[in-house]
């Protein structure tokens, strides 16, 4: 076996977009059905306002329904009143920050500009380290943007500096929010950051195309990325990038590369098989 690999599944990605009512009950049997599957983290809901993700506003209800699992439990938040609610239970392992070197999409995803974010940030790493908890930043537009900010390799590895001297970080996922990454950029960016930042997980959450799935992640692990992020079938994608083409990287795609190359992922096959049938019910 070559080196092991760590995989979260983003099924709160997947559904955050979906403007029909999902049932919390059929949200509750689809999140119990993935945590049978083996898998390090499941990214399962978010505490943030209602009215910018009405599809999330269940997250405390569903979460009282999940089964006891080895997978850890991962909650978005984007400010530090979500922070406070998500660390009030227990079960939830890391807070997740969406951070963006781009500062109009910052502005857009958390109405905030860059600065406000560091101090959302302090006040939610402090939150962390209180209550027990482990913080993911989310570098969003981490590999080009749209609105004609600054962005090089070289500013997503001076900002991985600053977050991770600034504040006590557990992983940073380096996020392409709009599938702008190609992979050979990928290769570069993980190459840079997974060598620079040696003992903080680094994570590949890249909003692709379903055709260009398999070469972005043989890019990533090319680069010495072993975190990667999925949603079964691609379903998701950012609401805040109005890309409605650019869904999140296929699970089943990663996990067949995986295979391919005698690459260990810990997920259960037959489990994974009985998500993945599942997953009709939730998206269609």
């Known amino acids: 076996m070559n080196n092991r690999v760590f995989l979260t599944e983003c099924p709160r990605d997947a559904m955050q977009g979906i403007k029909d009512w999902i049932e919390t009950s059929d949200k509750i049997d689809y999140l119990n059905r993935l945590l049978k599957c083996g898998f390090d983290t499941l990214d399962f809901g978010s505490f943030v306002s209602p009215k910018a993700i009405p599809q999330m506003q269940d997250t ?3 979460l009282e329904g999940l089964d006891e699992s080895e997978t850890k439990l991962l909650a978005i938040i984007a400010n530090e009143r979500g922070a406070e609610d998500a660390s009030q239970f227990e079960r939830i392992h890391f807070l997740g920050y969406p951070f963006s070197i781009s500062e109009t999409f910052q502005l857009r ?25 482990e913080l993911v930043l989310y570098l969003s537009m981490g590999f080009g943007n749209p609105y004609g900010d600054a962005w090089s390799s070289d500013l997503i590895a001076s900002w991985s500096g600053r977050l991770t001297q600034l504040f006590d970080v557990s992983r940073l996922s380096l996020s392409d929010t709009i599938g702008a990454a190609t992979p050979e950029l990928v290769q570069q960016v993980f190459s840079t950051i997974s060598a620079e930042f040696s003992t903080i997980q680094i994570s590949a959450h890249l909003h ?7 070469k972005l992640t043989e890019a990533a692990y ?44 810990g997920i259960k096959s037959s489990e994974f098989a009985e998500a993945f049938v599942t997953s009709s019910k939730i998206f269609h």
């Not at 995803?109 to 209180?130: G, M, P, Q």
């Not at 975190?227 to 691609?234: D, H, P, Q, S, T």
Request: charged share 25%; net charge negative; glycine share 10%.
């Open 222 to 265: 090319a680069g010495g990325c072993r975190y990667f992020e999925g949603a079964i079938k691609g379903f998701g994608g950012c609401p805040m990038a109005k890309d409605d083409l650019t869904g999140n990287m296929p699970t089943e795609r990663m996990l067949d590369w995986f295979a391919e190359q005698g690459i260990e992922t």
């Open 208 to 214: 692709t195309l379903p055709e260009n799935a398999t």
């Open 60 to 62: 405390a209800k569903v």
């Open 109 to 133: 995803n958390t109405n905030a500009t860059i600065e406000e974010s560091l101090k959302r940030v302090e006040a939610i790493a402090n939150i962390c380290h209180k209550e027990n908890k």
